[in-house]
Each structure stands twice: as structure tokens, then as C-alpha cells.
């Protein structure tokens, strides 16, 4: 399931990380990249450690847990800092499955990847091709968003970023550990999230949605990893 977070920054953020990025040093994207990525990864990235890059994605994490939509489809246990590519003209990265688990730097820790993000940090109008294209049984589906946006999907997908044909797209992409690691079980909590609050926007104050809420928790309760 792909869904689109609108609005995880304000356009005043995005210009913010925007004008950061002019000053940072990009290196080739191969540098976090297994093998089998490797061979099909022709990006720029921000150095994990890169000062810029980590107070802009400190912000990124805070706007995410201030962003109900994210907070109810992924419900994150733990997300490794964001990082940031470029694909300037003639750069694209081929078809691939993300590493399944990944450490994070300043902790040691190991996380396991559940949900991939991309945050759009271009404009679509900066340029041409650059789509973000996930598969999955239902067929291919190719995103391309406006700044401040987010797409999230499987981590298990595989997915590929088409070529860019003009100007430059930078992005955000980073990794979350759900509490919940059943797509499955995460994608029936959403769904039944989403009818509560639709529920309780409908029929305030109606009694079952105080029931269902309590539904909502304990299986919560049953099936998350803490
Ligand atoms: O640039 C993107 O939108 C996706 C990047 C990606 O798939 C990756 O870094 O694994
Ligand atoms: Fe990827």
C-alpha cells in the first residue's frame, strides 16, 4: 500500500533544507548502498553525518510525529535519521528492494525496515522524470509529488527511481521500524483508525466510537512490539 502524507513540511522548512543543501558536499550514493544496489544506484547524497543534513532531518522527524496521517499508517517504533539524494540530469536508481535491516549511526542500534518514506523536496515543475515507481501485485504505480509531500510504501517492494531528464530532484528517504510488522495487521489498524475518526467527525460524541477506540488499543496492545 502506497499512501501520500500532503504537508509533512511547510514551505518555509523546504526552502530551509533547500538552502542548507547548497552548502553541503554531495558524494556518490553508492556510499550507503549493498551490491546489488550498487550496480543500479546513480544518485548524490548528503554524508550521513553531515551537520546540515541532520538538523534538517531532525526536523523532518519532528513534523512526522506532528503529522496524524503518518503517525496512523506507519505507526513508528523507531525511524533512522532521514537522509537526502539528488539525481541531477541523466542520474536514475534501478529496480531494487531496500536493505532489511539497517543501523543506525550515532546509536549502534539496529532497525528493521518496515516502511520506506520519500519526501519530496523539489518542486515537480524543477524537473522531468525522476518518478518514484513501486510494484506490487496490483502493477506499477509512479509517484512524483509536490515539496513538503510524502510517499510512504513497503519496504518489501521493489521499486525504481526513472531517469531525470532535466534539472535536479533532491529528496529525503529514510526508514521506520513499525510497531506493528504485519502489513497486514498495520494496514487493518489504519483502516479502522481512519472509520473512527470519520465516526467521531460524523456523530460526535456517539458511543460506540469510545468502543471501538478501545478495540483499536487493545489490539494494539495485542499485536505491537515494544
Ligand atoms: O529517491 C527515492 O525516491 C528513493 C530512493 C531509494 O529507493 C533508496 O535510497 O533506496
Ligand atoms: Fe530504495
Not at 41 to 49: A, F, G, S, T, V
Not at 140 to 146: G, M, Q, R
Not at 196 to 204: A, E, Q, S
Amino acid at each position: 500500500m502506497m499512501i501520500h502524507i500532503p504537508n509533512v513540511l511547510t514551505r518555509d522548512q523546504v526552502l530551509r533544507c533547500r538552502q542548507m543543501f547548497e552548502r553541503v558536499a554531495w558524494v556518490d550514493g553508492r556510499v550507503t548502498a549493498g551490491p546489488q544496489t550498487s550496480a543500479v544506484k546513480r544518485n548524490l547524497q548528503i554524508p550521513e553525518d553531515d551537520p546540515e543534513g541532520l538538523e534538517c532531518g531532525q526536523m523532518i522527524v519532528a513534523a512526522l510525529y506532528r503529522t496524524p496521517l503518518f503517525m496512523s499508517a506507519v505507526l513508528p517504533h523507531r525511524i533512522l535519521p532521514p537522509m537526502f539524494n539528488r539525481y541531477d540530469e541523466g542520474m536514475t536508481f534501478g529496480s531494487h528492494v531496500d536493505n532489511a535491516i539497517r543501523r543506525i549511526r550515532a546509536t549502534g542500534e539496529s532497525l528493521r525496515t518496515d516502511v520506506s518514506t520519500t519526501l519530496f523536496l523539489s518542486d515537480p515543475e524543477d524537473y522531468d522524470g525522476g518518478e518514484l515507481v513501486a510494484e506490487d501485485t496490483y502493477g506499477e504505480h509512479a509517484v512524483k509529488l509536490p515539496a513538503g509531500d510524502a510517499i510512504i510504501y513497503p519496504a518489501t517492494s521493489l521499486h525504481h527511481v526513472t531517469p531525470v531528464t532535466r534539472g535536479a530532484r533532491i529528496s529525503s528517504f529514510f526508514w521506520t521500524q513499525s510497531l506493528i510488522r504485519d502489513p497486514l495487521r498495520r494496514g487493518l489498524l489504519f483502516d479502522m483508525d481512519m472509520a473512527i475518526m470519520r465516526l467521531n467527525h460524523d456523530h460526535p460524541g456517539h458511543a460506540s466510537a469510545v468502543q471501538l477506540t478501545g478495540v483499536y488499543h487493545n489490539l494494539l496492545r495485542q499485536w505491537s512490539e515494544v
